[in-house]
């Protein structure tokens, strides 16, 4: 049988491991903005790890556009961003808590793109 002391040596280890994965995880997600551009390069978006716009550009050829289309190639390079941004997050989430766990299952559902109807 373990002592006490055994058992709280056991746990301040556990915590420790825990304590530096965390602090990893924090580091990557800090590190992960995601940049994206369309397929004809006229739009170019950044988003951080939660998925807010930093950095938005546009070339010389997005004056040829609509206002309307301009805004349509925005919404959809955001969104391509968004979805490459959730995996990111997801694969460095999954590596601190477990591909399998209630926790990730959790962030999966946020980082999970969403279609509208």
Do not use: K, W
């Amino acid at each position: 049988m373990r002592t006490p002391e055994e058992i709280m040596q056991d746990l301040e280890s556990r915590v420790a491991v825990i304590q530096e994965r965390a602090g990893r995880a924090e580091e990557l997600l800090a590190e992960s903005a995601v940049t994206v551009a369309d397929e004809d390069e006229i739009v170019t978006v950044t988003v951080n790890a939660g998925g807010t716009l930093t950095g938005l550009r546009f070339s010389p050829q997005a004056r040829g556009l609509s206002g309307t289309g301009l805004a349509d190639l925005v919404l959809e390079t955001y969104r391509s961003a968004l979805e490459e941004s959730g995996r990111r997050t997801t694969e460095i989430m999954s590596s601190l808590l477990g591909a399998d766990s209630e926790a990730m299952s959790v962030i999966t559902g946020f980082a999970a793109p969403r279609t509208e109807p």
